[in-house]
């Protein structure tokens, strides 16, 4: 679809405002990102990085497609569209429960912050990897990597956004906002 050079509906910046009023926890960094241009005539694009102790532990991405026509799978003219991806412990990767729990990381998420939502849909995935020869590093590492995306019941968007940082918190290991993290 190729992108629309009219000016966006009222419905698409409403949206767009929703997504762009939220301050995330001072851990995380969002930033705009060059949205895509064939999935829906409107579409805006957020990045997200997650340090802790200076360290990128979990970057991704928020799309938000909106099609006046509406989409049948969409269920609605809106679509949000995450991709994300935490290096996590070796030994976490390994665990078989760990899929399940990602994604009720997203569930939970979006419940907890009043983001009503239908048609969500996606896939949560474990990487382990080990270096040899030449490119010899660290004895194994390992990534939960979360691809989700839900439609939006209304056009405002704060809520979603403040799940989705919720979700990369949650990825990321960090503590919940206020609580010290004892280990570190």
Do not use: N
Request: charged content about 15%; some cysteine.
């Amino acid at each position: 679809m190729a992108p629309s050079t009219v000016l966006p509906p009222e419905t698409f910046t409403r949206a767009v405002q929703g997504l762009t009023s939220v301050r995330p926890r001072a851990e995380i960094a969002l930033d705009p990102l060059p949205a895509p241009k064939r999935l829906a005539p409107f579409a805006h694009a957020i990045g997200a990085t997650v340090l802790r102790d200076e360290d990128e532990v979990s970057t991704g991405r928020l799309v938000l497609l909106h099609d006046p026509q509406g989409h049948p799978a969409w269920h609605g003219t809106l679509r949000l569209v995450s991709y994300l991806t935490a290096e996590i412990e070796p030994e976490l990767a390994a665990d078989p429960l760990l899929p399940a729990v990602g994604w009720s990381w997203l569930i939970d998420a979006l419940e907890a912050h009043g983001a009503d939502y239908t048609a969500v849909g996606g896939t949560v995935t474990q990487t382990t990897s080990t270096r040899f020869g030449e490119l010899a590093g660290p004895p194994a590492t390992a990534d939960l990597e979360i691809r989700a995306s839900w439609t939006p019941l209304s056009t405002e968007l704060g809520a979603h956004l403040e799940a989705w940082c919720a979700l990369l918190s949650s990825t990321a290991g960090l503590p919940p906002p206020g609580v010290s993290d004892l280990g570190r």
